[in-house]
């Protein structure tokens, strides 16, 4: 049946909360609990002794209450594959509590029944004794009726016995990316029928005319008393403002005409619901359901909602809490929720099964188009499979190699005869139980099943129930049971390649920029392909939050545990730590902030300085823009923006432009003519609270480059024979490896090691570098970069992350401008012939102010060479400085993280930050911190006796990146949790000339051919330089 409960009178019933009713029991809270390694060697029930058992709380996992452990994978099966067969060694919960029936209650005049509306995996139910069923389906609901079996005597004690196993047959079809964790998870209840003449079941549907000025509701509703033809029902449709604008009686169904002054839409953007309040003939129930108006169709290739074609901005959500698992609270899902529709997000995927039902109302009301999916997955037959095609050595590729193990995978269930009633069951409890949410809009048939004749006979099945949604399912390449092309993670040329010969219906990609650790990069690609090609309509990120456990170690300190962690010999490790927002649900990680930005609503470009006015796009499908205001400022190459003007907008319609008048006050300086760069900032926010987000809330934000800077200014060469005291000779001396440049009668001085590279340069108040600048191909790799598709595979065939630079020739000169040190450098690993070689030309001040360092270098391919990497992470300069060096400063993209393929979130602007400050702690620690597009970089040290000067670092060829931190690259890559990090006695600095981008290897793509870093040759200046601190 559908999902709904059952409530005395309408006033209660309009509460939608079921703890006020009196027709509803909760059975929620501290139960016994015993737990054995096998249902063999549970208690049976007339002889157990429940008293003495320990307590556990329900909703619950018990391996988070300390019985067992948790268990992760991700394909893989957690026992051997032997369908529909299961160990006998398989964790059995057995739960126990005595209840209270309410006094109320009248079993002569209702029916009562227990209702489970989640119970991982299977289970069978026991009330005083007395056996009343057994369900199987994890996230699906079941219900019993209990009456006979009640205590209704005194003050009505009952017991209830709940026999729970971790695994069963249906295990089989629940595979997916996930904790293995068990037990009564979502909510267990009693609820309170009449006996007679009960509403039992009912389905809303809404009808929309074609120039969607009318509509109709229309109720049918089921009874148990199904012979009786005296049944009769109520229906009461109350509009969004809250008036009855229509109400009627009927037998089974009855429709309701919604007239055009009383017709609001429903929408994402616009989230109105009607309330619809039923009531059995003798208004003893009555059961309340929220309805939104809308309608979902293909038509000539697109999906259309409302009759608009509208773009899923969307996420895929597992159900997960770091302390509960699976039992997600209420408040923790609308948390969700909120920052989702604060990030811009629209649209949830159910990944990859149906939710708790309280989701299902949060969508509703806040706003979300969902694509509902069954809770089925067998994608574990892959791994037999592919082992069973391996050892035949075929020869074939990667991608036929896979196909063909799809082929087989899908015979052993989704093409299976004997499997069919178990997965049309999981298509009707989905589609059963969720017919009346307003938000679901897409049902789709599960998640890497495979395909076969099984998963055509769901879709078939669905779509004659409900002609009123959409049918999806990623593995029916060819769209031949379903509404519309699905596609896992493909580059922006597969989408292109795509719709080029397929555009007859709508693509989307169920799951793409796989979310793991630093990045995912590319985003902006796929939303300027989303908003420029007709077919393409979204898609949905892998995924919305990590899953790690949180834990505490040895000493207390808390961290977030991932598969290899629990010490199972069958794990996935650290793969389950793949969110936008990480495990806590509160911190957003770097690539969430930049799904915000680069799936705004707003954009702005054409700044037209004559005119006075910028070009505003609304991307929103549904509503204007007048919900919005905007801050306006300028910023200043090198300088705070100035203070900020607040417009109001003009109602620009949805997915239209406008032209928007810039206030003067804000053109004056943009037109005032001079060398620095400028740019128009401009800030929309609400301007009023809504359900999801307080007054001012920031939407959306540009940057526009005043038209007359739109050529770079040249970089700053500094003039290093202008130094104060610059007739003061340095001298240079060569000894024992060591060439010392220092000035007479000064505590200045510049040390090279040439054997090794760089210098350590002491100034008039201390050391400011300790070793470096030290030319470096390889930073330390992520996530994305070690996946299925990153580059992290060839780096490590090519020994990069053990690549070292050494000196091979050196000389030096001095002249009365500068002194010249050349070193010729061969930077490569050891065991390999390949290798980079690259010329570092120093030049350096006499006054030992500044440093200019030309470097110039290419791969050394040499006959019968060892391969050598088609592409390296970076090129740049490393260098150490004293601790003490903790502030820095820049002009560049900031204030948070951004890389080349992942930067659209940060602004250009001035700021500063102390170096721990930059680290950004994800819970499986990798390179981060890196800072983009920076034109000057300048590093302080803290104030002490001697005031020591700040670093100040240009690039001659214009902007670069830089990460500074106090962990080594070997400490980021070998340590396996933030707790563990050891922070080092230096400030580490790497400037990069280039670096690679970050993609979404992890389970995608590498970065995009343009953000990709081909080995090649090279040529660039850093200029150092000495400052008093500001």
């Known amino acids: 049946?559908?999902?709904?409960?059952?409530?005395?009178?309408?006033?209660?019933?309009?509460?939608?909360?079921?703890?006020?009713?009196?027709?509803?029991?909760?059975?929620?809270?501290?139960?016994?609990?015993?737990?054995?390694?096998?249902?063999?060697?549970?208690?049976?029930?007339?002889?157990?002794?429940?008293?003495?058992?320990?307590?556990?709380?329900?909703?619950?996992?018990?391996?988070?209450?300390?019985?067992?452990?948790?268990?992760?994978?991700?394909?893989?099966?957690?026992?051997?594959?032997?369908?529909?067969?299961?160990?006998?060694?398989?964790?059995?919960?057995?739960?126990?509590?005595?209840?209270?029936?309410?006094?109320?209650?009248?079993?002569?005049?209702?029916?009562?029944?227990?209702?489970?509306?989640?119970?991982?995996?299977?289970?069978?139910?026991?009330?005083?004794?007395?056996?009343?069923?057994?369900?199987?389906?994890?996230?699906?609901?079941?219900?019993?009726?209990?009456?006979?079996?009640?205590?209704?005597?005194?003050?009505?004690?009952?017991?209830?016995?709940?026999?729970?196993?971790?695994?069963?047959?249906?295990?089989?079809?629940?595979?997916?990316?996930?904790?293995?964790?068990?037990?009564?998870?979502?909510?267990v209840y009693l609820v309170a029928f009449p006996r007679l003449a009960a509403i039992e079941d009912f389905t809303i549907t809404t009808h929309l005319d074609d120039e969607f000025t009318s509509a109709k509701v229309t109720a049918t509703v089921q009874t148990t008393d199904a012979d009786s033809a005296d049944?009769?029902?109520?229906?009461?449709?109350?509009?969004?403002?809250?008036?009855?604008?229509?109400?009627?009686?009927?037998?089974?169904?009855?429709?309701?005409?919604?007239?055009?002054?009383?017709?609001?839409?429903?929408?994402?953007?616009?989230?109105?619901?009607?309330?619809?309040?039923?009531?059995?003939?003798?208004?003893?129930?009555?059961?309340?359901?929220?309805?939104?108006?809308?309608?979902?169709?293909?038509?000539?290739?697109?999906?259309?909602?409302?009759?608009?074609?509208?773009?899923?901005?969307?996420?895929?959500?597992?159900?997960?809490?770091?302390?509960?698992?699976?039992?997600?609270?209420?408040?923790?899902?609308?948390?969700?929720?909120?920052?989702?529709?604060?990030?811009?997000?629209?649209?949830?995927?159910?990944?990859?099964?149906?939710?708790?039902?309280?989701?299902?109302?949060?969508?509703?009301?806040?706003?979300?188009?969902?694509?509902?999916?069954?809770?089925?997955?067998?994608?574990?037959?892959?791994?037999?499979?592919?082992?069973?095609?391996?050892?035949?050595?075929?020869?074939?590729?990667?991608?036929?190699?896979?196909?063909?193990?799809?082929?087989?995978?899908?015979?052993?269930?989704?093409?299976?005869?004997?499997?069919?009633?178990?997965?049309?069951?999981?298509?009707?409890?989905?589609?059963?139980?969720?017919?009346?949410?307003?938000?679901?809009?897409?049902?789709?048939?599960?998640?890497?099943?495979?395909?076969?004749?099984?998963?055509?006979?769901?879709?078939?099945?669905?779509?004659k129930r409900d002609p009123t949604r959409l049918v999806h399912y990623e593995a029916d390449l060819e769209a031949k049971d379903t509404d519309m092309y699905s596609r896992m993670y493909y580059t922006i040329d597969e989408l292109k390649e795509h719709i080029a010969n397929r555009n007859d219906r709508p693509l989307i990609l169920c799951e793409y920029a796989h979310a793991m650790g630093n990045g995912p990069g590319g985003l902006k690609d796929y939303i300027d392909a989303y908003r420029s090609e007709k077919s393409l309509q979204g898609g949905f990120i892998w995924q919305w939050a990590s899953h790690g456990l949180l834990q505490r170690s040895s000493s207390g300190q808390p961290f977030y545990a991932y598969g290899s962690d629990f010490r199972q010999a069958l794990n996935d490790s650290d793969f389950v730590m793949d969110g936008m927002l990480w495990s806590d649900h509160e911190r957003p990680s770097p690539g969430l902030i930049e799904y915000k930005k680069v799936i705004e609503p707003v954009t702005v470009d054409n700044l037209d300085l004559a005119a006075g006015t910028v070009s505003i796009r609304n991307h929103l499908f549904f509503s204007d823009l007048a919900h919005l205001e905007a801050s306006v400022s300028v910023t200043v190459q090198d300088q705070k923006p100035t203070s900020s003007v607040t417009m109001a907008l003009p109602p620009i319609g949805p997915s239209s432009s406008g032209e928007v008048e810039i206030p003067e006050e804000i053109l004056a300086p943009l037109r005032e003519q001079s060398e620095e760069n400028k740019w128009l900032n401009l800030s929309f926010f609400l301007h009023s609270e809504v359900s999801w987000a307080p007054r001012g809330h920031e939407v959306a934000w540009a940057q526009i480059k005043a038209p007359a800077c739109l050529t770079v200014s040249p970089a700053v060469t500094p003039n290093i024979t202008s130094d104060d005291e610059s007739s003061i000779k340095a001298e240079v001396k060569e000894a024992r490896g060591r060439l010392v440049i220092s000035r007479p009668g000064h505590n200045a001085s510049i040390v090279f090691d040439l054997a090794r590279g760089g210098f350590r340069w002491a100034g008039e108040a201390g050391v400011t570098i300790t070793r470096g600048p030290e030319l470096s191909i390889y930073r330390g790799m992520t996530q994305n970069d070690v996946g299925f598709g990153g580059d992290g595979a060839e780096w490590k065939r090519c020994l990069l992350q053990i690549a070292r630079s050494w000196v091979t020739k050196h000389s030096w000169t001095s002249n009365d401008d500068a002194i010249s040190v050349v070193s010729e450098v061969r930077v490569g690993p050891p065991s390999l012939t390949w290798a980079v070689r690259a010329r570092l030309e120093y030049t350096i001040s006499h006054s030992l102010q500044s440093v200019s360092v030309r470097v110039t270098g290419d791969i050394e391919?040499?006959?019968?060479?060892?391969?050598?990497?088609?592409?390296?992470?970076?090129?740049?300069?490393?260098?150490?400085?004293?601790?003490?060096?903790?502030?820095?400063?820049?002009?560049?993209?900031?204030?948070?993280?951004?890389?080349?393929?992942?930067?659209?979130?940060?602004?250009?602007?001035?700021?500063?930050?102390?170096?721990?400050?930059?680290?950004?702690?994800?819970?499986?620690?990798?390179?981060?911190?890196?800072?983009?597009?920076?034109?000057?970089?300048?590093?302080?040290?803290?104030?002490?006796?001697?005031?020591?000067?700040?670093?100040?670092?240009?690039?001659?060829?214009?902007?670069?990146?830089?990460?500074?931190?106090?962990?080594?690259?070997?400490?980021?890559?070998?340590?396996?949790?933030?707790?563990?990090?050891q922070e080092c006695d230096d400030t580490l600095l790497y400037v990069d000339h280039a670096h690679h981008g970050l993609g979404s290897g992890s389970c995608g793509p590498p970065p995009f051919p343009h953000d990709r870093l081909y080995m090649g040759p090279f040529d660039f200046t850093m200029h150092l330089r000495l400052v008093d601190i500001d």
Request: some cysteine; aromatic content about 12%.
């Open 1 to 187: 049946r559908a999902h709904f409960y059952n409530f005395e009178d309408e006033a209660t019933a309009l509460t939608f909360d079921a703890k006020k009713s009196s027709l509803h029991c909760s059975l929620n809270g501290r139960w016994k609990f015993r737990h054995d390694l096998s249902p063999l060697e549970a208690p049976e029930w007339d002889e157990a002794k429940p008293e003495s058992w320990s307590d556990i709380v329900v909703p619950g996992m018990w391996q988070l209450q300390g019985y067992g452990r948790p268990h992760y994978t991700n394909v893989n099966y957690p026992f051997p594959v032997d369908p529909p067969n299961v160990p006998f060694e398989n964790e059995t919960g057995s739960y126990f509590r005595e209840f209270l029936l309410p006094q109320s209650w009248d079993a002569g005049q209702q029916a009562i029944r227990l209702r489970f509306e989640g119970v991982d995996s299977s289970y069978h139910v026991w009330i005083n004794g007395k056996r009343v069923g057994y369900s199987q389906g994890s996230r699906n609901a079941a219900e019993f009726n209990i009456t006979d079996k009640l205590n209704l005597e005194g003050r009505r004690i009952n017991t209830i016995a709940v026999r729970v196993y971790k695994f069963c047959d249906g295990t089989y079809v629940e595979d997916q990316d996930q904790w293995w964790l068990s037990g009564i998870f979502r909510d």
């Open 231 to 463: 049944f009769r029902f109520g229906l009461k449709l109350i509009s969004p403002d809250g008036r009855v604008i229509g109400q009627g009686e009927g037998n089974d169904q009855v429709t309701i005409d919604i007239a055009q002054a009383d017709l609001k839409l429903w929408s994402a953007e616009q989230p109105a619901l009607y309330k619809v309040l039923l009531s059995s003939g003798s208004h003893s129930q009555v059961v309340p359901q929220r309805v939104g108006i809308r309608r979902v169709e293909v038509r000539n290739g697109n999906i259309l909602f409302n009759g608009q074609p509208i773009i899923f901005y969307g996420v895929n959500r597992h159900e997960h809490h770091p302390t509960m698992g699976r039992a997600v609270p209420c408040e923790a899902t609308r948390r969700d929720l909120l920052l989702m529709k604060r990030c811009n997000i629209n649209a949830i995927r159910t990944s990859h099964q149906p939710q708790n039902p309280h989701f299902y109302d949060l969508a509703d009301e806040l706003g979300f188009y969902i694509i509902n999916e069954a809770d089925l997955e067998c994608h574990g037959f892959y791994k037999p499979e592919r082992a069973i095609l391996d050892a035949k050595n075929l020869g074939l590729s990667r991608v036929e190699a896979r196909e063909a193990t799809y082929v087989e995978a899908g015979k052993w269930l989704s093409g299976n005869p004997e499997w069919r009633a178990a997965y049309l069951d999981r298509a009707e409890q989905l589609v059963e139980r969720f017919k009346n949410s307003t938000s679901s809009i897409i049902w789709s048939m599960g998640n890497e099943a495979f395909y076969g004749e099984n998963i055509a006979a769901m879709a078939q099945w669905v779509k």
């Open 861 to 981: 391919k040499r006959k019968g060479s060892s391969p050598w990497p088609t592409t390296i992470p970076r090129i740049g300069l490393d260098m150490a400085l004293p601790r003490s060096y903790n502030t820095v400063n820049w002009f560049g993209r900031g204030p948070g993280e951004c890389y080349r393929d992942k930067k659209e979130a940060q602004r250009l602007g001035l700021y500063e930050s102390k170096v721990e400050d930059l680290h950004v702690p994800y819970e499986v620690p990798q390179e981060n911190g890196g800072r983009c597009d920076v034109d000057w970089l300048k590093l302080q040290a803290a104030g002490g006796s001697v005031v020591s000067p700040a670093l100040e670092i240009r690039m001659a060829q214009g902007p670069f990146s830089f990460v500074a931190r106090h962990h080594t690259t070997q400490e980021l890559e070998e340590k396996t949790h933030p707790h563990l990090l």
